[in-house]
């Protein structure tokens, strides 16, 4: 769900694009909606959201996920990625926000529960060159974190999360033969299987492949290429 609204500002009409969550019933009866604005006007953080010194910006949310999850308490929650923003765990049941992060990931994709692993969450990190320390830049990456149980909100900010009281696990494939390292800059999924493998979509490239972190190894491979040799 979009919403635009204009906005005064140095004499200028901008707009800004709203985004929301909205829940339906069985039968696709639009029961509610839940403006992201409010949410980060509810924790302080709609200044943060909305004023960043870029001239043109129009878009602070781009929502490229949600993931519906119900905890052990039988509480709906909502992982939420934002490209432009960062990361949040909403629990609609309480209707408040559990935790927000920035910085850890770079314009990510993908938040998704780890298979039977509590409280930890797997995030497909794009990665974005110009934002790498010069001659760090690794590709495409995924990240496992794992949250301790706390009934206050958190922000976490920056990529050293362990000093926040966090735990995470950053698997990049800088192993594999160049060609074969995704490097999938606005697009693409990724995610932990049932068997502890990963499952990666890097989707600028028009490929899939499942990998195995322990042995480092890839298991298959599918590239989307039409005869004429065009990758899609």
Do not use: C
Request: no cysteine; aromatic share 12%.
């Amino acid at each position: 769900y979009k919403s635009f609204r204009g906005k005064k500002e140095f004499g200028k009409e901008r707009i800004y694009r709203d985004e929301a969550i909205s829940i339906l019933d069985i039968d696709l009866n639009l029961k509610k909606i839940i403006p992201l604005d409010e949410i980060f006007y509810s924790v302080g953080l709609l200044h943060d959201a909305n004023s960043p010194l870029i001239e043109d910006w129009a878009d602070p949310y781009h929502l490229n996920d949600i993931h519906p999850f119900t905890n052990k308490n039988g509480e709906k929650i909502l992982y939420l990625s934002m490209r432009n923003y960062g990361l949040m765990s909403f629990n609609q049941t309480k209707n408040k926000v559990e935790w927000i992060m920035r910085g850890v990931a770079d314009l990510q994709h993908d938040i998704t529960p780890v298979p039977n692993k509590k409280n930890t969450i797997s995030i497909f990190d794009n990665g974005v060159e110009k934002n790498t320390p010069l001659g760090s830049f690794k590709g495409n990456s995924l990240i496992a974190i794992e949250f301790p149980q706390n009934n206050n909100t958190k922000y976490y900010l920056g990529r050293k999360l362990e000093d926040q009281g966090l735990s995470q696990k950053r698997i990049n494939f800088s192993n594999l033969p160049s060609n074969l390292i995704p490097n999938s800059t606005t697009q693409g999924r990724g995610r932990f299987l049932e068997n502890g493998n990963l499952f990666i979509e890097a989707t600028n490239q028009g490929k899939i492949f499942e990998y195995d972190p322990v042995n480092k190894k890839l298991l298959w491979t599918y590239l989307n290429k039409g005869k004429s040799g065009k990758i899609y």
